[in-house]
T-cell receptor, first 113, second 114 residues
Framework: GDSVTQMEGPVTLSEEAFLTINCTYT??????LFWYVQYPGEGLQLLLK?????DKGSNKGFEATYRKETTSFHLEKGSVQVSDSAVYFC????????????FGTGTQLKVEL | NAGVTQTPKFQVLKTGQSMTLQCAQD?????MSWYRQDPGMGLRLIHY???????DQGEVPNGYNVSRSTTEDFPLRLLSAAPSQTSVYFC?????????????FGPGTRLLVL
């Protein structure tokens, strides 16, 4: 079946450091790919998405590129802030069957001054 | 426009008790779903619905029932709570056109079963 694998956390960075959170997926067909963010005590919010190969999703300084050849969708940000501290989830969705989301296990990011 | 709302925010149950977790959305979304979030396991789909009167099982449906009598509401029922159901529960909704649509999540219900 479909699956998403994320790097384990927690990831601890200093403010203004470069961030990469790795995500790879296994799926048949052509899934859409998503990054969701969960701030402490809140529900998940969509951060960015990409719907076909070579698409780049971007939002709030975060970027991820849909790489079909490596089945990856790594999340990057050039300069993180303390306010970026959260749990980040990679997910995929395919058409049909209710368009269910399959999530990775999440990566906790802690940004320190 | 309140988005997706969930009640209660926190609940403690004893083993064997029953309860209903409420979920409502005011965006006229056809698709609604319930997930549970457990440490180290991400979110797993419990049940989902593609419209009023239509429900289906997700990845981990055992011990949970759902119904969808209106577009707005999608309650999740635990008939006989077990400690293994201690988790954080999220409801989500989206439009059903294609697989590009964003899912909107509620703030979650934290459930502790003793």
């Amino acid at each position: 079946g479909d699956s998403v694998t994320q790097m384990e956390g927690p990831v601890t960075l200093s403010e203004e450091a470069f961030l990469t959170i790795n995500c790879t997926y296994t799926a048949t067909g052509y899934p859409s790919l998503f990054w969701y963010v969960q701030y402490p005590g809140e529900g998940l919010q969509l951060l960015l998405k990409a719907t076909k190969a070579d698409d780049k999703g971007s939002n709030k300084g975060f970027e991820a590129t849909y790489r079909k050849e490596t089945t990856s969708f790594h999340l990057e940000k050039g300069s993180v802030q303390v306010s970026d501290s959260a749990v980040y989830f990679c997910a995929l969705s395919k058409g049909g069957g209710g368009n269910k989301l399959t999530f990775g296990t999440g990566t906790q990011l802690k940004v320190e001054l | 426009n309140a988005g997706v709302t969930q009640t209660p925010k926190f609940q403690v149950l004893k083993t064997g008790q029953s309860m209903t977790l409420q979920c409502a959305q005011d965006m006229n979304h056809e698709y609604m779903s319930w997930y549970r979030q457990d440490p180290g396991m991400g979110l797993r789909l419990i049940h989902y619905s593609v419209g009023a009167g239509i429900t289906d099982q997700g990845e981990v449906p055992n011990g949970y029932n759902v119904s969808r009598s209106t577009t707005e509401d999608f309650p999740l029922r635990l008939l006989s709570a077990a400690p293994s159901q201690t988790s954080v529960y999220f409801c989500a909704s989206r439009r059903t056109s294609g697989n590009q649509e964003t899912q909107y999540f509620g703030p979650g219900t934290r459930l502790l079963v003793l």
